[in-house]
Every structure is written in C-alpha cells, then in structure tokens.
C-alpha cells in the first residue's frame, strides 16, 4: 500500500502514454455491437447496490431505461468509489482498474463541477439530471427538534466511514463531536446503526437519508437540514460522464435523460425509491 | 567452501531429524533461516537473513575483479505483464524462486538459466488493488514456497512443481485489500516455525495487523492488531488488546485507523524479537485525529512465541505528511564508547535514521541521511520529533471559503527520504548503505473535491526535487556518529534495494537500467552493466559450484513512473522490460 494522497498520482500515468485498455466507446460503436456497459458505485443506496447477484437502485433503473431507449443489452459494472472522483473517474472511464483494465462506456452519479471537469481532461462531465444535498434523517421520538449539530454533542449520530459526512462531523466544531460519531464501515452498515436504534440521526445526502427513514419502520424519523458551517457545498447537480471522445455517446444519453425528466418518468422512479427528485440547480 | 556448506547442511539435517521424520529432498529447515547470512550456498530469507542486513560474507568477487563480472543469462518474465519487477529472488540446491508482478512465481535452473516452472495467481474481476501490481518476493521452508497475492491471499506452492499446496485469506480484496511483501519465517518453541505476514490495503477502515501461520496448513496461530483498542488472537481465542482504548485516538476512530504494516518484518534470532513497521494513520488529515495514534507511523517488536508486542518506538507521532514508517527495522551490534549496543536500525521516510535498542526499544540516537528536512527541527533526547508546526499541512475547514488553501513545502515528500527499498549493514565497514532520495513535496488545501458523489474539501499537492541534477542519493552512515562517509548521485530517484559483500563492495540498480558496483569503503563506482529496463529490485550474490554469483531482477515500474510534474521529466523515457539477469566472474578472469 503506498500512501492514499500517491493515489490521485496514478492518473498521470495515462499522461505518460500507457493507457491501452478496453476502450470506453462512441456511439455507433455502441450501437454496433448492441452492447452498453454501465458504470455504478456498490453499497450506494437507493441509487445502486447488490442484492445477492442483482443489482438495484435509482442509478440501475436509469441505465436499463438507456438500454431501452437505444435498442442495446446493459452491462453493469458496479464497484466501490476509490479516494476521489478524479481516481473513479480514471479507473472506470478512461484507464480501467490495474489488472484487467476494464472500463464502462458510461458513469453515472458523477457530480457535474467545471473545477473536476477541468481536472479531469480524458473524461468529459454532462447531462445533469440530479440534485444532490446533504440531510439527516433525525429519530423524532428522540431528538424533536435539531436546530444545530450542536445536538450531538450528547447524543450518537451515524455516518458512513470516510465519506464527506464523516470528514464533516470529525471536525465540526473543533473535534467536539469526536465521541457521538459512530462510522459504519459501509453504507449498509451505517444504515443498521440508525435502523437499530444505535444512533439518533444519520448524516448523508439526503436522499440516502430519506430512503434510510424508509427502512427504519421502526422509527418515527424526518428529514433535517441544519446549517453545516464549514461545508465546501451546500448542493451539487449530478450529471454522467463518459470519455473524452465518445462525446456524441454522452449526447445520446443526454437526451434519454431530459425526456425522463420532461415526461415525469424521473420523478416517479425515485418516488417509488422513497425519494424526492429535485431538478439540477445549475 | 563447498565442504563447509555441506557439513551445515548435513548437520541442519541432524538437528531436525529429532523434530520431523525425516524427508527424501533437500528441504530447508529453520535452522538454514536463522543461520542464512553465514551460509552463502543459498539464500533462504528476504534480506540475505532474517535480520535484513543484506550483507554477504563472500569475497571472490572484490574490487580489483568486479570488473569482469560478466552476465552468463538472462530470463526473460515474458507476456505482457512487465512491468514492476521489486522482487529479491531466493537461492536453494542450484535452483532460483523469483516472484514477478501481477502474482506471478518462476522456479529456474541456475546452471542453464532454463525455467523448471511458472506459477500465476488467477486474479479475481473485482480486484482493485491501490497502488500497483509488485511483489516483493517469496520465503521458503521444507519443501515449499510461499508468497503473497495481490488478491490478499498467501500462497504456499510445492517447490519441485510449483503446485499449490494450500492458499489462505489475508485480507478481504474487495474491502481493498492487497499483498505485496516477501513472507518472513521465523522459529518458536511453542509452535515450531511460523510464516509471518503484515496486511497492506489503500481504503480508509482497514486495521493493520500482523499473521502467523502454520507453514504446514496456512492455519492462523495468532495475530496482532498494530493499532490500539483491538485485540489480537492467540490458538483460535482473544488474547490481549494492543494497548488501551482511545490512549492516543478520539472517539471510535481507532476501530479504522489504517498503520498497515504492508513491508512486513525482519527477526533477530539474538533477541528473538519479530519487527514490523507499520503505516500511517488514517484519515489523512491530522486535525481529524488528535493524538499520537498508536501504533501507525511506528515500528513494533513483537514475540513470535504469543504475538505481544514486546516494545513500539513511533518515528512520527500524530502523523500528517504520510511518512509511512513501514520501512525495514535492521539488527545489528554497535560499538560505542567501548561498549556493544545490541543495536537495531531503520531509515525512516521521514528522513531521519534511527538507532534503537533492539532489546527495548529505548532511542539512542537518530541523524537525518537527507537534506533540508523540513518537517521537524530535529529529534529530541527521547526520540521524539520537534514538530516545525508552520510546515505541517493546513487544516482543510480553515479555508472553507472554496479557495486554494496556504501551500507548504514539506521535506521529505511522502514518497520518503527513503521508501521501500532496503538498505544493507556491512558487517566488514560497519557502516548503512541506504538507498535515498532528495525531494520534497507543495501541499496545499484543494478547494473541492469529491467521494463517492459527495463534495468536501481535499488536499493537492506536488512533488519537487530539491536539487537540480539530482534526486537518487546512495549514502555510507556510520551508524555510531550519524555521519555520512560517502554519496552517490543520481539523477533519477532511487528505487532498488542495497546488497553488500565481504568483497568490500556495494551492489545496487537504478532506473536507467544500471546495475552498479561501488567500493564500500569511498563510494567509488567500480562497475556498470545496462539491463535494458529500470531496476527498482534487490540484488543478490551467492555461491554455486565454487563461483560467486550475482542477480538482480529488472523491469521499470512500481511506484515510480506514476510521478508528475518536475520529477517525471527523468523518468517519462524509460522503458518496460521484465527478466531476471545472473552475472558472474569468468574463471579465467576470476583472479585478474
């Protein structure tokens, strides 16, 4: 294991001309061999994860509806997130992974920023079709009112370990939160501590939390959003990101997109996800 | 020399047949392990030795001949899987293990360089290994090699055929675990001999932990977490927590926090002692985690008879610049004022090297082997860092406004006054031969980034060479002054291991593709041979047949190549190759 910061360096090795791989593909490519793989994160609910060998989620749904829509079979290729959105990027658009070098011809969920586009010149960020936001989901037997996260000074809060909930809370107020944090190793994991009522609230975006206060039948449970002073965002669109020429590919998928968004399709598919769908704030 | 290995190799046999039945083959015992330096007809240890000090007491290749020490074969790794060679091949009965990158092992017939086997790990879809695809090399006991997998798997593979005999779980892969260290074997009275292994793996949430096995079955006997609050296993049950809880971690953060001791370990068959350094902290911003962090950044001593750790010594306590302390924990006897120190070493990335008391642990002294450290003012009476608070990275919420965050320079950069790459101690010089390198990093607050589709502000940052015609730096430490005798100069950062001779001479390779030869005693460079491909490997020298022989493994790769900005414009134009080369003196010219 090399130091995890070494890690965003793996992507100027493509730079260096080393980057024969399975090539992420343009349109009629795709078209032609009647295949599309799609990149989604694992452990990502409700967007996407696996259920013994199928996989779920808003995220999963999106592709089978561009698989619709282009006459094509979907491949999904689901792993986890690495570091950073530049290594995921690399890793799952236009390098592939170490070993096998196998890439997608699409991600979904990427967050469309000009800074991470800028960053990022062999893969190119479009098609905005999310909001994303930061929330808790709050147990209202317990906690009635959370004005602040000065409330967990006293009491547990969940999040996913290493995530930017969990960079949030480990040093909100100066560390003070330091002994009510409870990390789960994995999203699932975090999500049992609030389902089990070993923790009071959970803090992730907010549709993660309001499809955990689905899960949780338990619990009384609402959805909160108390300022986070020192957050770098307070919201970000998310949008697909294919490589850098298959660009028409992305405009393709641009528009299954927008007729998702434009008909109600989209709504209803993260309602039926316990989720409220918010457009791209752009 | 050929009659005196036969009498060890015959009494090695004696002494074990009270213990084992007897086998038919030329098995390697224990014994063999822990007497390996002395012995130089094989080399049955990562380290030329359990203790790693890389020191061979072979003399038939010396400074007036190593001129003529000529390749006699080559052995090509073949395919497309070339790059990353770091491995230090093993030497038993004329035949050579070598392990290669992507999980591969190769048995060869050093008299006519031909393969006997090859052996390749099927890696698993899901792997997504962190760093690269190396190993670093295989032990070896009875008649079986073992070696680790980039899948998080230990393997052990029948000498003679290079079939698997078991294969066991070190980590999970798809939680991001690896494996790329060269096992360590040592002996015990308890349990008989042990295959040791640390963990290494890239994700936040993975505790660092040190395995003992059973060589026979792959069965775990015990194991020790190296961060504090977790309790280690011994026979199957708990035994004792590493230290107390939250002693040196806020919160539940110690339930994650990383000090992977992915280098693995060397044994000091005089004190008994297994030693293992260990990562650095997780996460990577120190403001998240104050304290010491036990035990990351550090090295530990650790009894192979129950797996308690005997003593730690942390060379960078409450960690933020990645200085792994990973790095090899050499033992050695010191004279210091008349006395004999039962002495142990390291060369810390921090760019400090250390002299402990390896009985205890306690510091005696340490001196930086790289310049314009920046990090620290120095070290302390007790070992300790004087932090130079100004260069240590700035906490990423104190810019939260979303611009670029004050930049430092920190020296050395997190690759290391020294990485991976073994040093050797001469026991004819008494003198350090480390491999180091001369740079330092910017580090700076990024304005956004993402992890798995959520925004929070991350760290950049870029690594600068300090000199400009230069950056590898082959340096003589007398280890009882802190002085340096001698350097050599590189223009490309070092990369490779160190290997020493009783010839008085100091072997090491360097990205260019040199595989060099330098007086001990000056740093004279006495030989040269192009292998075609960058060496980030260890070399070897061992006796066959009443001639010296020496080997490196070669092929571009590892770490290196994935540098950017000023450091990349000296390495962008090597190239990959993949192959072993074994080079000796000619008989004819043996005595020229």
Redesign the interface.
């Known amino acids: 294991?090399?130091?995890?910061?070494?890690?965003?360096?793996?992507a100027?090795?493509c730079?260096?001309a080393l980057c024969v791989s399975a090539q992420a593909r343009p349109l009629d490519e795709v078209i032609d061999s009647g295949e599309l793989t799609v990149f989604v994160?694992s452990d990502?609910a409700p967007?996407s994860w696996a259920d013994g060998d199928e996989h779920k989620g808003i995220d999963v749904e999106i592709a089978k509806a561009f698989g619709k829509s282009l006459g094509v079979k979907i491949n999904i290729l689901m792993?986890?997130?690495?570091?950073?959105?530049?290594d995921d990027l690399r890793?799952n658009i236009w390098k592939g992974?170490?070993?096998?070098r196998?890439v997608a011809d699409v991600m979904l969920?990427?967050?469309v920023?000009k800074?991470?586009n800028a960053r990022n010149d062999l893969a190119v960020i479009t098609a905005p079709y999310f909001q994303?936001q930061?929330a808790l989901v709050v147990d209202n037997d317990v906690l009635p009112t959370v004005e602040t996260f000065g409330r967990f000074l006293n009491n547990p809060i969940g999040v996913?370990?290493?995530?930017?909930?969990d960079?949030?809370l480990?040093?909100a107020f100066r560390?003070q939160l330091?002994?009510?944090?409870?990390?789960g190793?994995t999203f699932a994991d975090a999500t049992d501590l609030y389902v089990n009522g070993d923790v009071t609230a959970l803090l992730a975006?907010k549709a993660q939390a309001e499809w955990v206060a689905t899960q949780a039948k338990d619990r009384q449970s609402r959805i909160v959003q108390p300022p986070m002073?020192?957050?770098?965002?307070n919201g970000?669109p998310?949008g697909i990101a294919i490589k850098h020429d298959s660009r028409d590919l992305g405009y393709a998928l641009g528009d299954v997109l927008t007729e998702m968004i434009n008909n109600g399709e989209m709504k209803a598919l993260y309602m039926s996800y316990g989720v409220k769908y918010l457009e791209p704030d752009l | 020399m050929l009659k005196k290995s036969f009498l060890l190799t015959a009494g090695s046999i004696a002494l074990s047949a009270g213990l084992f039945s007897i086998s038919v083959s030329a098995d390697v015992g224990i014994d063999d392990i822990v007497a390996d330096q002395a012995s130089s007809d094989d080399i049955v240890s990562y380290g030329l030795g359990p203790r790693g000090q890389r020191f061979s007491p072979l003399s038939t290749i010396n400074k007036s001949n190593v001129k003529n020490l000529f390749p006699v074969w080559s052995f090509s790794f073949g395919g497309e899987k070339q790059r990353g060679q770091e491995s230090q091949p093993l030497i038993k009965d004329g035949v050579m293990y070598v392990t290669g990158s992507y999980s591969r092992m190769w048995a060869i017939d050093i008299a006519t360089g031909e393969e006997l086997w090859q052996y390749d790990a099927r890696l698993p879809e899901g792997i997504l290994p962190c760093c690269d695809v190396v190993n670093r090399g295989a032990a070896i006991l009875g008649d079986k090699v073992f070696f680790g997998t980039l899948d998080a798997k230990i393997v052990a593979l029948d000498a003679k055929t290079g079939n698997v005999v078991w294969r066991k779980t070190i980590g999970d892969f798809e939680a991001g675990y690896s494996y790329t260290a060269a096992p360590l074997i040592v002996p015990t009275e308890a349990h008989g001999p042990l295959i040791l292994t640390g963990n290494s793996g890239g994700e936040f949430g993975i505790v660092g932990e040190v395995q003992a096995r059973s060589p026979e079955t792959g069965d775990i006997v015990w194991t020790r977490p190296v961060i504090e609050g977790h309790m280690g296993t011994l026979n199957g049950e708990e035994s004792t927590m590493t230290g107390a809880k939250n002693e040196s971690w806020p919160g539940d953060m110690w339930q994650n926090g990383g000090g992977a001791p992915w280098l693995g370990g060397t044994y000091d068959p005089d004190t008994k002692l297994a030693f293992f350094g260990t990562g650095n902290p997780a996460p990577w911003n120190s403001y998240l985690r104050p304290g010491d962090n036990k035990w990351t950044s550090a090295r530990v001593a650790i009894d192979p008879e129950n797996g308690e750790i005997v003593w730690g010594f942390q060379t960078t306590p409450h960690d933020g610049w990645d200085y792994d302390g990973v790095n090899e924990f050499v033992s050695f006897d010191m004279e210091k004022d008349g006395e004999t120190i039962k002495a142990g070493a390291t060369a810390d990335r921090n760019g400090f090297f250390y002299v402990l008391d390896r009985t205890n642990g306690e510091f005696v002294s340490a001196a930086p082997f790289v310049q314009n450290i920046s990090w620290a003012k120095g070290i302390d009476e007790t070992g300790r860092p004087i932090f130079d608070d100004a260069n240590r990275p700035g906490d990423p919420v104190e810019s939260a406004d979303g611009k670029k965050g004050k930049s430092i320079f920190a020296v050395p950069s997190f690759l290391g006054g020294k990485n991976w790459m073994p040093m050797a101690y001469s026991q004819q010089t008494e003198m350090f031969y480390i491999p180091s390198n001369e740079w330092g990093m910017d580090l700076w607050n990024e304005p956004v980034t993402y992890k798995k589709g959520a925004a929070y502000l991350g760290a950049g940052f870029t690594i600068k060479p300090i000199f400009d015609d230069y950056i590898g730096s082959l340096k003589a430490m007398d280890p009882a002054t802190g002085e340096i005798r001698w350097e050599y100069k590189n223009k490309a950062p070092l990369w490779g291991g160190v290997l020493t001779t009783g010839g008085g001479l100091v072997f090491t390779g360097t990205p260019e593709g040199f595989l060099k030869a330098f007086d001990a005693e000056t740093g004279e460079e006495l030989w040269k041979f192009q292998t075609g491909t960058g060496i980030v490997s260890s070399p070897i020298t061992w006796e066959q047949d009443g001639e010296q022989w020496v080997a490196i493994v070669t092929g571009w790769g590892g770490a290196v190549p994935l540098w950017g900005g000023e450091v990349a414009k000296v390495v962008s134009y090597l190239n990959q190759g993949g192959s072993v080369w074994a080079f000796k003196v000619p008989e004819q010219l043996a005595n020229r």
């Open positions: 294991m090399y130091p995890t910061i070494l890690r965003s360096f793996f100027l090795l730079a260096l994160y990502y967007y792993r986890g997130a690495d570091e950073n959105i530049d890793i992974d170490l070993i096998h196998k969920h990427v967050p920023d800074l991470v994303e930061m996913e370990l290493d995530t930017a909930g960079f949030f480990s040093s560390g330091h002994n009510s944090v409870r990390r190793r975006s002073p020192g957050i770098v965002r970000w998310i």
